[in-house]
């Protein structure tokens, strides 16, 4: 099983398209770590560096509507390829979040409400995450401030995660 947590990227904004995960003139690549240094190249967000604020990262936190726009596999490889296999929102894109369970890593939805007080105590940290997929929590912490949030994995998501995606997943059960 994949490693899911670790520093956490604020991405304060709803709408996050795929082109802005990974643009679409690295397509062509033919291999995940050929994507590696593009991560959220194209994201316009004030005082965004990707280069500077995407390094070490293990964990995304983000707004509505996350992985719109193309259908393509490439978004959620280049998280993983970069060590982030959680992508945490209010809602997700179908098909990337369909993409990111195919892939073993979690996109986990949380309530507006939640995602709006996590920004509001730990953006703008130094915030590690540890998940827990057996009790599905999340556990955030910055300095002696920690705040656990409760998420859901139906359980064919879980089993996708478990066992490191789909093509695992079918090589054990069909």
């Not at 994201?43 to 390094?55: E, I, N, R, S, V």
């Not at 009790?135 to 996708?160: M, N, P, R, Y």
């Amino acid at each position: 099983m994949k490693v899911f947590g670790g520093t956490v990227l604020f991405l304060d904004r709803s709408d996050i398209n795929t082109d802005e995960i990974i643009p679409a003139k690295y397509l062509t690549e033919n291999s995940k770590e050929a994507l590696k240094p593009y991560l959220l190249e194209d994201l316009k967000l004030p005082g965004f560096d990707p280069k500077k604020h995407t390094a070490g990262i293990g964990a995304v936190v983000s707004r509505a509507n996350f992985g719109c726009g193309s259908s393509r596999e490439h978004a959620p490889w280049v998280f993983e390829v970069n060590g982030i296999n959680i992508v945490i929102a209010e809602s997700f894109a179908r098909i990337f979040r369909q993409n990111m369970y195919n892939c073993g890593m979690i996109a986990a939805e949380l309530p507006a409400e939640t995602l709006e007080a996590l920004f509001r105590e730990f953006a703008g940290t130094t915030t590690t995450l540890s998940v827990d997929t057996t009790q599905g929590t999340l556990t955030f912490k910055a300095g002696t401030q920690e705040k656990i949030v409760s998420f859901g994995l139906k359980d064919f998501e879980k089993a996708l995660v478990e066992v490191g995606g789909w093509v695992e997943y079918a090589a054990q059960h069909y």
